[in-house]
Every structure is written in structure tokens, then in C-alpha cells.
């Protein structure tokens, strides 16, 4: 079981990580609505997974990402992110982020995801 940290700035897409997640029995820890609470809750939580939106206000996934790594280079990130992002996952995956997963997802594609990433 892993402790996860959610970052997503939509509710219903945190609703919908945590809905794939918990029975999957990771317990989620926090919830983060944009970057920059992203990385206070990850210094003060130290969450075993990160699941990342790209697009937020305020500070997006990459730089919150990044910073992360920065703060703990063994820092276990999964993007969530929307079709035509790619070349921001480019830059995300040479960052050292474990995953990616395209919205709309399946259940069982975040939870192998989250399996890997944790692996």
C-alpha cells in the first residue's frame, strides 16, 4: 500500500484518481489544487506516489515536478494529463516523472501505472 499525494486543480478528477487508487488499497494522504501546494504538501506529507496534472494556475505539474525531484530526487511522480500535451510529457519524462497517464483513463491504467511507478 502506498501513501499518494493527488494534484489536479479539478475535483472531479481528483474524485476520480482517489475512485481507482483506494481499492487498489494505496491511502491517499492529500489533495493539492495547483503547484505550489504540490510541493508544501509533499515536504510536509513525504507521500510514497505523486499523481500530477500539467495544467494548473499558478505553477503547472512540470515545475512542481521539477522542484520536487529537486527536493527529493527519488521521488516517485505520475502525470495525468490531457491528449495533445505531449511535448510537455517529453520534458516531464527527462525530469525523471516514473508514468504518464491520458485523461480520460481507465481504472486499471493508473493502477499499473501507480505499480510501476512504486516497482
Partial sequence: MAR??????????RTLVKDALVPAGHEIVGEAENGIEAVNLYKKLKPDLVTMDIT???KD???AAEE???????????????????NLLT???????????????????????????LA
Avoid: H, N
Fill in 56 to 58: 494548473m494556475r499558478e
Fill in 91 to 117: 520534458k516531464a519524462i527527462k525530469l525523471g516523472v516514473k508514468d504518464f497517464v491520458v485523461k480520460p483513463f481507465p481504472p486499471e491504467r493508473l493502477q499499473k501505472a501507480a505499480e510501476k511507478a
Fill in 4 to 13: 499518494v499525494l493527488i494534484v489536479d486543480d479539478a475535483k472531479f478528477m
Fill in 61 to 63: 505539474g512540470i515545475e
Fill in 68 to 86: 520536487i525531484l529537486t527536493i527529493d530526487t527519488s521521488a516517485r511522480i505520475i502525470m495525468v494529463t490531457a491528449l495533445g500535451q505531449e
